[in-house]
């Protein structure tokens, strides 16, 4: 199996446009995360499903955010519009009815 | 508020040696904690995990201890090696009230020198 796969890797967008952040889980897992990855506050969960339902958004920080993930084998999380601290690398995880989650590579977001 | 905390935001060790990382939490419904290893420009990945109904769980040269009653959790490597050097990040979740839930703490930048 290719892990966790994300895209784009990297991305830069200038403030106000919209940003579109991908995610591919691991086949057969049933638990996807979001989070994001900044200096002062780690690892922030955003946003998780379960079998395709948002179970907890509380982690996303404002309306401007949204995730979706309309099957098993692929989510979105969407800026819309975006502002220069959102700039941060976005992390997808998957994990199967269990702890141990896998995380992507990550995807570098820079909002100018 | 940060439930995970892990203070250090640094760490140097010498080759051999032990390196011991540190993480504390406030919740007291956490009953699940995992150790993520970082290198630059990858994912984190899964080092360790230790369930609340042990104080101790060893892999290779790795172990980390709980401490329940101090709310704190520690990761030993012995001996470090030059390939430890990467961001260590504890983890914490509520799983037994079923939910998956991690909360990560700001992470450990450690350093092995050679």
């Known amino acids: 199996d290719a892990g966790v796969i994300q895209s784009p890797r990297h991305e830069v967008t200038e403030m106000g446009q919209e940003v579109t952040l991908r995610c591919k889980p691991i086949?057969?897992?049933?638990?996807l995360f979001w989070y994001r990855q900044t200096m002062m506050r780690g690892l922030e969960l955003l946003i998780y499903f379960n079998n395709n339902v948002p179970i907890d958004d509380s982690g996303m920080p404002e309306d401007r955010f949204s995730a979706k993930m309309p099957n098993a084998s692929f989510s979105t999380l969407k800026i819309q519009p975006s502002e220069p601290r959102d700039s941060a690398v976005y992390f997808c995880a998957s994990s199967f009815s269990g702890p141990k989650a896998f995380f992507g590579q990550g995807t570098r977001l820079t909002v100018v | 508020d940060q439930q995970v905390k892990q203070n250090s935001p640094s760490l140097s060790v010498q080759e051999g040696r032990i390196s011991i990382l540190n993480c504390d939490y406030t919740?007291?419904?956490?009953?699940?904690f995992l150790w993520y290893k970082k290198y630059p420009a990858e994912g984190p990945t899964f080092l360790i995990s230790i369930s609340s109904i042990k104080d101790k769980n060893e892999d290779g040269r790795f172990t980390v201890f709980l401490n329940k009653s101090a709310k704190h959790l520690s990761l030993h490597i012995v001996p470090s090696q030059p390939g430890d050097s990467a961001v260590y990040f504890c983890?914490?979740?509520?799983?037994?009230?079923?939910?998956?839930?991690?909360?990560f703490g700001t992470g450990t930048r450690l350093k092995v020198l050679a």
């Open positions: 919740n007291s419904m956490f009953d699940y």
């Open positions: 983890a914490a979740s509520a799983f037994t009230s079923g939910t998956y839930k991690y909360i």
């Open positions: 086949s057969g897992h049933d638990y």
